[in-house]
């Protein structure tokens, strides 16, 4: 059941409080391995020596530090190689006394935080082939599973509140506990196709809540750098069966409390609430989330997690076929902070699955939420391979245009894209051209006429002569399932995207 925390009084440590270790620890859990140094840290009495034992068949690690004044300790173990399972025996010396607490069945590997509102938290048993997917669960007993309790506060929390599901290996059960519960579908499927391809240890950490805005889940500080201090009416009327909107709520709640662990990276599904809101904030909100959360991890890990660690996301699906407004055109533009694609200037590192063509109208959960999570998984798998791992060979990004030319003569614009492309279906609607220079354009589709290799050739009787802006999958259910109009070799969409023609340099593309 969600909660609310006002006071941080109940999660610190206080005095005469025994040996414990933070909420997050416990029996199964994967660390993070080589390079990297995991983190042990917990409770204590001040002045007393902790000694943390690393142990398989025998002890192969052996770390001590003191507990300060805050009670608080911390220890760094040694970058260990993949494998396991290790137990890690944690001894307090006091006065004479000794208290212990030992984990068992312990795994170094990967560990991947995953977050984000209701499509993320949507479980394995809401998904297509769901009881296929929960059948197979005992199969990959290697990754290791973690879902953070619903907690809002007002203040940052120390350590959790409250634990959903406790590190677990997988079985049908803790994979389809319940509709929007645990474990998230993308983040299990994510987990294993990782599992698959690298052949050891996964952790998959899953601290998402539906409905929620990208605002609650950003500190103080990141939201600082848009400016903004509280939320608009529109904020306030959002359905009352959606999540925490408060500021920073769940930064401080969900997020801060992992901030001492070590990690691999992080994958998020987020953006649908804002589509209600003030869409405008976002190409500044989710950089600047990206990059608090990434000086938070690094810092809180003593350095352990990289600085700039991989951020994977999803960029928006759909939600009705019969559009209303362009708003959800508008977050999937933002969310590449309106490059139209990433890695980009603004957003080192970050890898995403592009989804506008898994539109799911018949879904039982409202087609805001999509069955196929197979194919996010599998496209966010891609891009962790591609900038995670290092592999140069595995294409993770669908074309993008890298130039526009407008025949007038021909009335017919050509694109020309970086890479081979695949022309699925024509269209007279996918793209639209601006035929006004003034400040507010009035969009008419034009149709594919044929493709090449590398060129898109659309049909411009509109203005050929006046044409100032192109647009690609420009509304809120641009195309049929898996039936965009252009996809690379690999089976990847086109993201959509949005360009402008300046006066003496041609078209601009980001």
């Known amino acids: 059941m969600a909660s609310s925390v006002l006071l941080v009084l109940l999660l610190v440590w206080r005095a005469g409080a025994e040996l414990r270790l933070a909420a997050y620890y416990g029996d199964h859990m994967v660390l993070q391995k080589q390079p990297s140094q995991a983190v042990i840290w917990g409770y204590g009495d001040p002045g007393a020596n902790i000694i943390v034992t690393v142990s398989k068949d025998r002890n192969v690690m052996e770390k001590m530090t003191d507990i300060k004044g805050s009670g608080i300790w911390k220890v760094l173990l040694s970058p260990m190689a993949q494998g396991g399972p290790f137990n ?24 991947w935080f995953c977050s984000g509102q209701s499509n993320m938290e949507m479980t394995v048993s809401q998904i297509f082939n769901a009881s296929k997917e929960l059948a197979e669960a005992s199969h990959y007993s290697l990754v290791r599973v973690f879902s953070a309790g619903l907690v809002q506060s007002e203040v940052e929390l120390q350590d959790l509140a409250s634990v959903s599901l406790p590190w677990s290996i997988p079985t049908a059960k803790n994979l389809g506990h319940g509709d929007f519960s645990y474990f998230s579908a993308v983040c299990w499927l994510f987990g294993r196709y990782l599992f698959e391809k690298l052949k050891y240890p996964i952790g998959l950490i899953d601290s998402s809540w539906g409905g929620t805005p990208i605002e609650a889940w950003s500190s103080k500080r990141a939201l600082r750098e848009c400016a903004i201090s509280g939320y608009s009416k529109k904020a306030a009327s959002l359905s009352i069966d ?5 500021l920073s709520v769940l930064w401080n709640a969900m997020i801060h409390p992992f901030l001492n662990m070590t990690l691999q990276g992080v994958i998020w599904y987020q953006g649908e609430a804002n589509t209600l809101i003030d869409t405008s904030l976002y190409n500044c909100t989710f950089p600047a989330l990206i990059e608090d959360w990434r000086k938070g991890f690094h810092e809180g890990s003593d350095w352990q997690t990289q600085r700039y660690f991989p951020f994977g996301f999803v ?37 995403m699955a592009v989804t506008i063509d898994l539109g799911d109208e018949n879904s039982p959960y409202g087609s805001i939420h999509p069955r196929d999570k197979q194919t996010v998984a599998s496209r966010l798998l891609r891009g962790a391979l591609a900038l995670a791992y290092g592999d140069k060979s595995i294409a993770f990004q669908g074309p993008y245009p890298e130039r526009v030319e407008v025949d007038v003569a021909r009335k017919s614009i050509n694109v020309s894209y970086k890479g081979d492309i695949l022309l699925r279906r024509l269209t007279n609607n996918t793209f639209e051209v601006c035929c006004s220079a003034e400040s ?23 203005c050929p002569n006046s044409t100032v802006g192109l647009r690609y999958a420009w509304n809120e259910w641009p195309c049929d399932y898996k039936l965009c109009p252009i996809y690379n070799t690999d089976g990847l969409p086109a993201p959509p995207f949005i360009t402008f023609s300046q006066k003496n340099s041609g078209w601009t593309i980001s």
């Open 88 to 111: 890690i025996h944690i001894r307090q010396y006091w006065t004479g006394q000794e208290s212990n607490v030992t984990l068992n069945d312990v795994y170094f590997g990967d560990v």
């Open 242 to 246: 959606s999540g925490p909107k408060v």
């Open 315 to 351: 960029q928006l699906s759909t939600v009705r076929s019969k559009e209303h407004n362009d708003n959800f055109a508008r977050i999937r533009w933002h969310q590449t902070a309106d490059y139209g694609f990433v890695p980009n200037k603004k957003m080192l590192n970050t890898f």
């Open 440 to 462: 507010l354009c009035h969009w008419s589709p034009v149709s594919i006429a044929t493709s090449a290799s590398h060129t898109v050739i659309l049909h411009n009787p509109e």
